[in-house]
């Protein structure tokens, strides 16, 4: 119960995620704006500076012709009016090719590596995968709090797919040829928190999977565990991916997570199953993972079950608020 206060007192003074957010996309599009007008400038320079020196040029032409005129009169001045549109046309062109440059650019997708192309505002789309076809429950809690057991009862009970975000994050460190392995497995020992854009795919790919195998014409349930842990990848992926329907939040106190986990690390051979990277992801938790609660529980859309008792007992509670949430065929 302590820890439970002192989760909710942390996430009071923790600011709020959405002004996190928005600074962010504000930086970052400020910062797209100083790398458009640097383009803008270093294009009128180039064009300013290849303009003038073929102008000179030009002029240099035009002199040395008129020097050699026979009987060595001065050319009349007006010649230089003649010579002046081509530099217009090619000031119109390379402006016009800049505009292009410049709209080729908005297309291209972010560099998932990239921080600020992370958080990067992405142009308004349209999820991926319907609401009406497909539930998708988003499973948080602390590391150790039990999400992951309580996910396969209600697998086995009701026929929901069971996605967890760091087996799908584990898997793909280990797959052959990952451009993400290692900067996944320094996140996961130190209890960081993988780029979004990473996490999102694996999740909008396993879902694809899923739904195109099932026999249920694209209709489909989904329990994501351990997902969203960090408001960008709330925002991203009910933007992208699909929006959740509810948000079911194993409420656990640290000591007895800790407990769990140490338990679970003589077995499990997780790297971050150990004293130290345990007391990481529980920073990480309360920091950047516990906003996200707060901002569900702020639409309304969170249930929370506590789950220090046994895992029967959880299960019963879990049941019984799903139950109150769907109805009784859930
Ligand atoms: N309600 C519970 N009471 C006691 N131990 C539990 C309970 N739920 C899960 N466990 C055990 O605690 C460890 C962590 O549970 P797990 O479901 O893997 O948590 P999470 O997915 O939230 O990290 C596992 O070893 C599991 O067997
Ligand atoms: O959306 C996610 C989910 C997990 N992780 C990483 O995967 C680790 C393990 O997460 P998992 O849900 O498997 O375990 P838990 O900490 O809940 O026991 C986390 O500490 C993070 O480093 C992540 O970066 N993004």
């Known amino acids: 119960m302590a820890s439970r206060q002192a989760f909710r007192s942390l996430a009071a003074s923790t600011p709020s995620s ?21 383009l803008q400038n270093t294009t009128t320079r180039r064009s300013t500076q290849w303009t003038s020196s073929t102008f000179q040029q030009g002029q240099g032409r035009s002199n040395k012709r008129s020097y050699s005129t026979p009987g060595g009169s001065p050319p009349p001045r007006d010649t230089n009016k003649i ?13 016009g090719g800049y505009m292009l440059l410049v709209n080729r650019r908005k297309d291209m997708p972010p560099n998932p590596t990239s921080s600020s192309a992370a958080a990067a505002p992405a142009p308004s789309t349209t999820p991926a995968f319907s609401p009406s076809d497909v539930t998708v429950i988003f499973v948080l ?30 898997a793909e460190q280990d797959r052959p040829g990952s451009q993400y392995g290692q900067l996944i497995r320094d996140c996961i020992k130190n209890g960081a928190i993988v780029p979004m854009e990473v996490t999102v795919a694996l999740l909008e790919n396993a879902m694809r999977d899923t739904l195109s195998s099932s026999k249920t014409g694209g209709k489909g349930r989904f329990l994501i565990d351990g997902f969203p842990r960090k408001m960008d990848q709330a925002v991203k ?13 194993y ?12 338990e679970r690390g003589k077995t499990s051979g997780r790297e971050d199953d150990n004293a130290e990277s345990i007391r990481k992801r529980f920073r ?3 920091e950047t993972s ?8 702020r ?7 506590d789950s220090t008792p046994g895992p029967d007992k959880v299960y019963e509670e879990t049941r019984k608020q799903l139950r109150r949430v769907f109805g009784d065929k859930f």
């Open 18 to 38: 959405y002004t996190t957010t928005s600074t962010t996309l504000r930086a970052a599009s400020a910062a797209s704006r100083r790398c458009a007008s640097t």
């Open 83 to 95: 010579s002046f549109w081509p530099f217009v046309a090619l000031i119109a062109l390379t402006s």
């Open 141 to 170: 809690g602390g590391p150790g709090a039990g999400k992951g057991t309580q996910c396969a009862r209600l697998v086995r009970d009701y026929g929901f797919t069971h996605l967890s975000a760091g087996d799908l994050l584990r």
């Open 237 to 249: 992926f009910e933007e992208v991916v699909c929006p959740a329907k509810m948000v079911l939040f």
């Open 251 to 262: 409420d656990c106190p640290e000591q007895e997570m800790e407990k769990r986990l140490l």
């Open 284 to 286: 990480t938790f309360v």
């Open 290 to 297: 516990m906003p996200v609660v707060d901002h569900y529980e």
């Open 299 to 305: 639409e309304g859309k969170v249930v929370k079950v």
